[in-house]
Nanobody
Framework: QVQLVESGGGLVQPGGSLTLSCVVS?????????MGWYRQAPGKQRELVAA???????NYADTVKGRFTISRDSAKNTVYLQMNSLKPEDTAVYYC?????????WGQGTQVTVSS
């Protein structure tokens, strides 16, 4: 059983930065094939923001490339999403995601609001 707990969301002005954290329990993050961050804005479908796989292959949505960075810390069993140059359109609930061969696990989500 994998459990995911996100934190780090909040209210930030346009151009600001936030770092989201996802603490994983139940499995070592290096035993997982992949981990990702998704987001869902009001009235929109949930979308992939960033993912990290294998030895550290990363991919990003076009809308966040160059601004967001996904990383992981094995000592803390935590995955991070560093978000810079935030825009109002980045406002959403952000979810940590772990796909496995049996189940896909989700965190409870953390709200990010970008507004002046």
């Amino acid at each position: 059983q994998v459990q995911l707990v996100e934190s780090g969301g909040g209210l930030v002005q346009p151009g600001g930065s936030l770092t989201l954290s996802c603490v994983v329990s139940g499995r070592s993050i290096f035993s997982l094939d992949a981990m990702g961050w998704y987001r869902q804005a009001p009235g929109k479908q949930r979308e992939l923001v960033a993912a990290i796989r294998g030895i550290g292959v990363r991919n990003y949505a076009d809308t966040v490339k160059g601004r967001f960075t996904i990383s992981r810390d094995s000592a803390k069993n935590t995955v991070y999403l560093q978000m810079n140059s935030l825009k109002p359109e980045d406002t959403a609930v952000y979810y940590c995601n772990v796909p496995t061969s049996q189940l896909t696990y989700w965190g409870q989500g953390t709200q990010v609001t970008v507004s002046s």
